[in-house]
Nanobody
Framework: QVQLVESGGGLVQAGGSLRLSCAAS????????MGWYRQAPGKQRELVAT???????NYADSVKGRFTISRDNAKNTVSLQMNSLKPEDTAVYYC?????????????????WGQGTQVTVSS
């Protein structure tokens, strides 16, 4: 089992930056794909960014060039640096550890999830 805890969310004005962190109680070395996902009010959960154990990354088109995902396998942490934030980035952000059973619309069908952290971007 892997327990995940997100932190770093909060209120920020448009154009500002936030850095989200995900701390795992267990090793994430065995998890090939770690990711950040978000869910806005009235919308389905969506992929924000993923990163593999080797460092390969993938980003949603809406955040490319603005967000950067990283992971430190030795420290069992995953981070999301968010720059040039927009009001449409407002959502609850979740850290996820893909268990490798496939994805649907970019969302892993089986995963370990954190409790989420709120990000609110004001205009």
């Amino acid at each position: 089992q892997v327990q995940l805890v997100e932190s770093g969310g909060g209120l920020v004005q448009a154009g500002g930056s936030l850095r989200l962190s995900c701390a795992a109680s267990g090793s994430i070395f065995s998890i090939n794909t770690m990711g950040w996902y978000r869910q806005a009010p009235g919308k389905q959960r969506e992929l924000v960014a993923t990163i593999t154990r080797s460092g390969s990354t993938n980003y949603a088109d809406s955040v490319k060039g603005r967000f950067t995902i990283s992971r430190d396998n030795a420290k069992n942490t995953v981070s999301l640096q968010m720059n040039s934030l927009k009001p449409e980035d407002t959502a609850v952000y979740y850290c996820g550890a893909d268990r490798g059973y496939g994805t649907v619309a970019g969302i892993p069908t089986r995963a370990y999830w954190g409790q989420g952290t709120q990000v609110t971007v004001s205009s």
